[in-house]
């Protein structure tokens, strides 16, 4: 079987990492149609080893003929698009947050919930979630399944590349004037994030909580379980590509910090990379272009009854977004949902 499939938002970094990985995993592609906004029109992008395709305008687009759409743009132009997508006959995928805690849209992270794919046949569209949502159920859900999770309380360090392409020039270019002795006036960050830390990501809501923080919890309980309590406190650092959760969590039952590491270990997605000496643990940089959630810091936390403590590293634009979508498409096709 092959489909006709089309990415949304082809020229942005995760729609050009979704081209890269539906070549690099074979993904059954009859047919490559990318799109982009009306600025990008005629521009090209690579797909595969030799082909070179033209950009159509998505505000154009009749999406007659698609089997599978890849969404990664804005929630604002996915609220538009998507459903004339849909009704066109196409499955969607979609990156944004707009669809996300919609009870009839599938929230997938194909390790962790893969039999909510089956509720695409609703609205035919499934949502993939924030970034640093997904690394996180990943390395959850072993724990959840062998002692309950009750509470979660997790602090994220994430990188500039969650923000776009804008972000990522903007410390790219911060960095320099700060090493010349230029001064800095951030546009699209609230602060310098050159050689800084931002505990801020996205709108702040009426209970102080920014909206990143809040996507984090109500996610988790969507894919995982809604009796888990979740405080999220989220941080924009300077770093380009790979986001990192220093977990702490409260069980049910006992969890010895070596049956986590055992439980980790053979659960998909996850790598353990966990000795207690110098260098034995992951770093964004170390994860970069790596499909894997890494799991480091493994130990006990004295200070509540069935705690332990972890780190959580992985390439927020490859596992976190592209490859998550690209195995959700994979999911479809293994259960007969699509073409």
């Known amino acids: 079987m ?18 890269n990985i539906l070549a690099e995993r074979s993904f059954p592609v009859k047919q490559l149609v990318p799109i982009a906004s009306g600025e990008s029109l005629g521009k090209e992008v690579s797909f595969g080893d030799d082909k070179v395709l033209s950009v159509k305008a998505l505000e154009d687009t009749d999406f007659a003929g698609i089997d599978l759409a890849f969404f990664a743009i804005s929630a604002n132009l996915a609220a538009q698009f998507v459903p004339m997508a849909t009704a066109a006959g196409a499955i969607v995928i979609d990156n944004s947050s707009h669809f996300r805690m919609d009870p009839d849209v599938p929230l997938v992270v194909p390790e962790v919930n893969s039999d909510a794919l089956a509720g695409c046949a609703k609205k035919k569209i499934i949502a993939n979630p924030n970034c640093s949502t997904v690394q996180l159920v990943v390395a959850l859900k072993p724990l959840h399944d062998a002692a309950r999770i009750k509470r979660v309380v997790v602090a994220t360090y994430q990188s500039v590349s969650g ?25 699209h960050f609230t602060k310098q994030i050159a050689f800084n ?30 009796d888990i309590r979740l405080i999220a406190t989220c941080v924009r650092v300077p770093v380009f590509v790979g986001h990192s959760e220093a977990v702490n969590i409260e069980f049910h039952q006992p969890l010895a910090p070596d049956r986590a590491r055992e439980l980790l270990r053979h659960a998909p997605g996850c790598v353990v990379v966990d000795e207690s000496q110098d260098g034995g643990y992951m770093t964004p940089v170390e994860c970069v272009g790596d499909f894997a959630t890494f799991v480091s ?24 977004a592209a490859l998550n979508a690209v195995q959700i498409a994979e999911g479809l096709v293994k259960r007969g949902l699509i073409g």
């Not at 499939?5 to 990492?17: D, F, K, L, P, R």
């Not at 410390?171 to 090493?179: D, P």
């Not at 990143?212 to 894919?223: F, P, R, S």
């Not at 810091?297 to 634009?317: A, M, P, Y």
């Open 163 to 187: 923000g776009g392409k804008k972000a990522m020039d903007e410390l790219s270019s911060q960095t320099r004037s700060v090493c010349i002795n230029e001064p800095i006036e951030p546009a």
């Open 297 to 320: 810091r493994i130990r006990r936390d004295g200070t509540v009854e069935n705690g332990l403590s972890l780190w959580v590293v992985s390439d927020n634009l490859r596992k976190g």
């Open 2 to 19: 092959s489909l006709t499939v089309a990415v949304v938002g082809a020229t942005g970094s995760v729609g050009q990492e979704i081209l």
């Open 197 to 226: 830390l931002i505990p801020h990501i996205d709108s702040f809501m009426a209970n102080g909580e920014t909206r990143e923080e809040w996507k984090i919890a109500v996610e988790t309980q969507k894919i995982l379980d809604p």
